[in-house]
């Protein structure tokens, strides 16, 4: 069965400061995956995705994140973090195929604190 | 352009009363639909997916069911409520086949919260 793991649950930065969420999934083939970000709230809002093909993939609001099949992960990154971008953030992946396809598997998610 | 509408917003009901959560999808036909609950602390849960009309698959047991009745129409109810039952529940579709377009994606409604008390 799939699952994914996101190790950090809180995680503290300086605003201007770079950013790395962990991401780590467990899939039988090649997986499709997803980072969301949820408001205090809010519904879901994707950030990017990855299917195929480049590994690193650039997403909304200057996100970016690399698929590294070797180590079964998806980290998010962001150079400069704003204070806009406190929220919870959600690492997923997706069923590409078979009976399940199409059912999508969130991590527990990480609380992005963002201090002044 | 697709819409998804998930009502009501904000709900509070008692321990043992019904409970009936409806979203519905606009501007696209055949979608895959779904139904998460976010409860403090637990990250996202899938409980009911659904590929067609009368097609329901439940991914945990529980309190809850789910039903399809119109192909854009996607309710989730319960007999009775129990104090477990709160949360906040997501609704979400996507298109039937997936691939590499930007638009082949999940996308989520703005959510319910429920509170059993």
């Known amino acids: 069965a799939q699952s994914v793991t996101q190790p950090d649950i809180h995680i503290t930065v300086s605003e201007g400061a770079s950013l790395e969420l962990r991401c780590n999934y467990s899939?039988?083939?090649?997986?499709?995956l997803f980072w969301y970000v949820q408001s205090p709230g809010q519904g879901l809002q994707l950030l990017l995705k990855?299917?195929?093909?480049?590994?690193l993939v650039q997403g909304i609001k200057g996100f970016e994140a690399e698929f590294k099949r070797s180590q079964s992960s998806f980290n998010l990154r962001k150079p400069s973090v704003h204070w806009s971008d406190a929220a919870e953030y959600f690492c997923?992946?997706?069923?590409?195929?078979?009976?399940?396809?199409?059912?999508?598997?969130f991590g527990q998610g990480t609380i992005l604190t963002v201090h002044p | 352009s697709q819409t998804i509408h998930q009502w009501p917003a904000t709900l509070v009901q008692p321990v043992g009363s019904p409970l009936s959560l409806e979203c519905t999808v606009e501007?696209?036909?055949?979608?895959?639909l779904y139904w998460y609950r976010q409860a403090a602390g637990r990250g996202l849960q899938l409980l009911f997916y659904?590929?067609?009309?009368?097609?329901i698959s439940s991914e945990v047991p529980q309190n809850l069911s789910a039903s399809r009745p119109q192909d854009r129409q996607f309710i989730l109810s319960s007999k009775k409520l129990l104090l477990s039952d709160s949360g906040f529940y997501l609704c979400?579709?996507?298109?039937?086949?997936?691939?590499?377009?930007?638009?082949?994606?999940?996308?989520f409604g703005e959510g319910s919260w429920l509170t059993v008390v």
């Open positions: 979400a579709w996507s298109p039937q086949h997936l691939g590499t377009h930007w638009m082949d994606t999940i996308y």
């Open positions: 899939y039988g083939a090649t997986p499709y």
């Open positions: 990855y299917f195929s093909g480049d590994t």
């Open positions: 997923a992946v997706m069923n590409a195929g078979g009976t399940s396809y199409g059912k999508l598997t």
């Open positions: 501007g696209t036909s055949n979608p895959n």
């Open positions: 659904s590929v067609g009309i009368g097609q």
